[in-house]
């Protein structure tokens, strides 16, 4: 034991002495094993997959997918990540993916018979504990998305049904998940989706990005698509909903579409923009580059990029996004030749620090340069936010000439609305958070007449 331990000090010491910058990112630290088991279609040799985090009692945690295994990290001193957790399934596999609810992580494979995964963090890093292994509901999923206001999971690309979606909850018990639904939806099988406020946003491959309402999960109603011709694999929203963006995985050289939602309650949206950045190609007329994860913290876009590595871009307008911040995760390629490189990332951890993952070369965790996730916009209007942190009642005081209404919303750190409403002309009100996974929030204030502010929330 003393002897392993030694070796991941001098292994983690010189990955952190290594480190390399990159355009406005440097790494903090990299863990990697070549003795886990490899996955080889097509003779890839794939180590790693999907990637999440978690905060739990203000120590993060960050989750990656092995061949054979979940990883777990404790990743509190980015400098040293921990392997705090490492749990087998029954098969090799390329995809593992994760969500997190609660202190738990939620994990599903593709190409396996294993099911759900669901592992508490509530005690970590000392004990985490594998409270669910079970495929009573799928066998496989390719991917899994979960909202964290509703407690509903939605399975995607399930061996149960291939065109729609199951519905799971997990909200009155994190360990036990409860069937609630199983449908077919218009535009057939879904490779990943996003969730917000009951409504669903569904990459659905060749046939496009499709958008439903599920709040009657028993009847969920199809709202609109767009289709711009490429295998649609992910996308992210911004925070007000205006805009979502996008990825398509195939062919090579998709770039990242921008989509104007404003109309869609009128069953309309469009594609405005796209954008694409290639960081390996001696020629950016060769558009080769395949974007495949993206994710927007306050006003940045996160975005996977393969053999590229991690973008990031500042998408304050989104229709002119600007490349900010990069970093290679795969440094090796030399032309684009396909499946290498970054998996996925989460950069919504409160200490800044960015966890990314690379099919190769394993777990990075990474920090830009520039300060980003505590610049909020200025105060123009006098806000209090007490006690803060909260875990019961979180009082808004606004200190305005304004005798009006003023509006809040409580996004998390995801971009979901947590909470909203209005103070029907108080100049304070009680909110109650006690019924809110804890974790880091921004409470947006506006006037009527235009002023606003941002403050960020710690509920506990």
């Avoid at 505590?374 to 875990?391: G, H, K, R």
């Avoid at 947006?444 to 506990?460: C, F, H, L, S």
Wanted: proline share 5%; charged share 20%.
């Amino acid at each position: 034991m003393k002897s392993s331990l030694l070796f991941l000090f001098f292994f983690l010491t010189f990955n952190v002495l290594s480190a390399q910058d990159s355009l406005n990112m440097v790494r903090l630290a990299r863990w990697d094993d070549d003795t886990l088991p490899i996955a080889s279609p097509g003779n890839l040799n794939l180590q790693y997959s999907g990637i999440w985090a978690l905060t739990v009692k203000d120590r993060e945690y960050a989750v990656i997918g092995g061949a054979l295994h979940v990883l777990i990290f404790d990743v509190t001193q980015p400098t040293q990540p921990a392997l705090v957790g490492k749990f087998a399934g029954n098969k090799n596999t390329i995809w593992r993916e994760f969500k997190s609810y609660k202190n738990r992580v939620y994990a599903v494979s593709d190409n396996t018979d294993e099911g759900l995964m669901i592992f508490d963090l509530t005690n970590a890093p000392n004990n985490i504990t594998r409270t669910y292994y079970s495929n009573e509901f799928f066998n496989s999923s390719h991917t899994i998305t979960l909202d964290t206001i509703s407690g509903r999971i939605y399975l995607n690309g399930t061996n149960v049904i291939s065109n729609g979606s199951l519905v799971l909850s997990v909200k009155d018990n994190p360990d036990k998940p409860v069937l609630l639904a199983s449908k077919a939806l218009q535009c057939g099988y879904i490779h990943d989706s996003y969730v917000r406020n009951d409504t669903l946003y569904a990459s659905s491959g060749n046939n496009g990005y499709c958008i439903y309402d599920f709040r009657d999960y028993n009847n969920p109603k199809f709202l609109a698509a767009e289709n711009t011709g490429g295998y649609n694999h992910n996308s992210w929203l911004t925070r007000d909903g205006r805009y979502a963006f996008y990825t398509e995985e195939i062919p090579r050289g998709q770039p990242i579409q921008v989509v104007d939602l404003q109309n869609l309650s009128n069953g309309e949206i469009e594609a405005v923009h796209s954008f694409l950045d290639n960081l390996g190609a001696p020629d950016d007329t060769i558009k080769q580059a395949i974007p495949h994860n993206v994710y927007i913290r306050d006003h940045y876009l996160y975005d996977s990029q393969y053999e590229d590595g991690l973008l990031v871009y500042d998408v304050s307008n989104p229709l002119a996004p600007v490349l900010k911040a990069h970093y290679d995760t795969h440094p090796e390629n030399m032309q684009y030749n396909g499946y290498y490189g970054n998996w996925g990332n989460y950069p919504w951890l409160p200490s800044g620090t960015i966890v990314t993952s690379d099919m190769q070369n394993g777990l990075f965790l990474l920090k830009l340069k520039f300060p980003v996730g505590t610049q909020l916009p200025a105060m123009e209007l006098p806000v209090i936010l007490s006690p803060n942190p909260a875990s019961d009642l979180l009082s808004i005081r606004v200190f305005s000439n304004t005798t009006g209404t003023w509006n809040y919303r409580l996004f998390n750190a995801a971009g979901q609305i947590s909470k909203s409403g209005a103070s029907e002309g108080r100049p304070e009100i009680q909110l109650r958070v006690s019924d809110l996974p804890t974790g880091l929030y921004f409470m947006e204030v506006r006037t009527e007449d235009g002023r606003r502010t941002t403050r960020r929330v710690v509920i506990d």
